[in-house]
């Protein structure tokens, strides 16, 4: 029999770290981090997103605003107000809001105000500086001095993190990049904010990903894209290791008899992709049902990696050390001296001296 994953206990310890961090602002007299969420449309998943967002937010000691658009075409300028505010320290843009339309740019105009949002204020990671970095494999903000992790998109992010929970998805002996080689995943999705940043990120750790849409197939694999052709969904599936639907529409079905022993299947569609009896009658299956509140969890913890990275009152304070890559993906905050080295200090030292005593000699 299969084992079905419960995202709430995943989601409990980053929650906790966010917690902690919070305090610890309190104590120092600095408000909580504010995420300001724009919701432009009447799309159930996105208002229930929204909904989940704000309890969260509220019950972990963030402060959260939701701000509804009643027209799409004023989107952009709430998000340009927002992204100018000071006082506003995360956005969230709650899709889809004109879909597939295309903007003056040649992208569709969603893609258009993902990449207007401010690197510094993305917490979802989708807007182009972090999406660039993603797909080169660029885990930095500040090369050389790697003090400033990017924002990974969060929805993918979450996925990872529950994999690296399911029994022998990632192996940590192995060297960073290496996690998943040897690993086989199908991404039954290649939308910008789901389906392909997962496919880099997990291709990043070290495994073949075959990324599947509704007319092709590519292998993400090592950095690099390869379209496939002599493959059908039904024989990726089946040597997978490593399934995952995001296939956003109620009457999709992914056959059970596909579905191999000891196979991990995650659903990341606001629908069940697959009949969760049948699955879990499959010998070894590891079952992920969703997603959403270990999402709402890396969204706060991306609000506050942007907080410290870009934010925090005191410039001093930056995110150092041990930054999420740990095995509890905990957050390390500590001060960033003013010197960089010894002969930094000798120096200073050097020069005071010398002008004490040319104040003096006056």
């Given at each position: 029999m299969g084992i079905k994953v419960n995202a709430t206990d995943i989601a409990k310890p980053f929650r906790e770290d966010v917690k902690a961090q919070i305090q610890e602002l309190k104590k120092a007299g600095i408000e909580a981090p504010l995420l300001v969420g724009l919701l432009a449309n009447d799309d159930p998943a996105a208002k229930q997103y929204a909904d989940w967002t704000g309890k969260a937010c509220r019950a972990d000691g963030l402060r959260y605003e939701l701000r509804q658009i009643d027209d799409p075409i004023d989107v952009?300028?709430?998000?340009?107000?927002?992204?100018?505010?000071?006082?506003?320290?995360?956005?969230?843009?709650?899709?889809?809001?004109?879909?597939?339309?295309?903007?003056?740019?040649?992208?569709?105009?969603?893609?258009?105000?993902?990449?207007?949002?401010?690197?510094?204020?993305?917490?979802?990671?989708?807007?182009?500086?972090?999406?660039?970095?993603?797909?080169k494999n660029v885990r930095f903000l500040d090369y050389p001095s790697n003090t400033q992790k990017c924002v990974l998109p969060c929805t993918a992010l979450s996925v990872v993190k529950i994999l690296e929970t399911c029994p022998g998805v990632y192996d940590k002996t192995k060297p960073t990049g290496k996690h998943m080689h040897g690993k086989i995943v199908?991404?039954?999705?290649?939308?910008?904010?789901?389906?392909?940043?997962?496919?880099?990120?997990?291709?990043?750790?070290?495994?073949?990903?075959?990324?599947?849409?509704?007319?092709?197939?590519?292998?993400?694999?090592?950095g690099s894209l390869q379209k496939v052709e002599n493959e059908t969904v039904e024989s990726l599936v089946r040597k997978s290791n490593i399934v995952i639907t995001g296939v956003p529409t109620k009457s999709y079905r992914l056959p059970t008899e596909w579905i191999q022993p000891n196979t991990t299947v995650a659903n990341v569609a606001s629908f069940k992709n697959v009949d969760e009896e049948a699955l879990l009658k499959i010998e070894g299956v590891t079952y992920i049902p969703m997603v959403g509140k270990v999402t709402v969890a890396m969204l706060e913890r991306n609000l506050m990696r942007l907080y410290f990275n870009f934010h925090h009152p005191d410039k001093r304070v930056k995110m150092i050390g041990a930054v999420q890559d740990g095995n509890d993906g905990s957050l390390c905050v500590a001060p960033i001296p003013w010197y960089k080295d010894a002969l930094q200090i000798y120096t200073a030292c050097v020069a005071t001296a010398v002008l004490a005593m040319i104040m003096a000699k006056k």
């Open positions: 952009e300028a709430a998000l340009n107000e927002a992204n100018n505010d000071p006082k506003v320290h995360g956005i969230i843009v709650y899709y889809p809001i004109f879909g597939q339309v295309e903007s003056f740019s040649g992208s569709s105009q969603d893609d258009y105000l993902r990449d207007t949002i401010s690197y510094k204020c993305d917490v979802e990671g989708l807007c182009h500086s972090y999406r660039t970095n993603l797909y199908t991404v039954i999705n290649r939308s910008e904010i789901v389906g392909r940043p997962l496919a880099a990120m997990l291709a990043n750790d070290g495994a073949d990903v075959y990324s599947v849409d509704i007319d092709s197939v590519y292998l993400f694999r090592g």
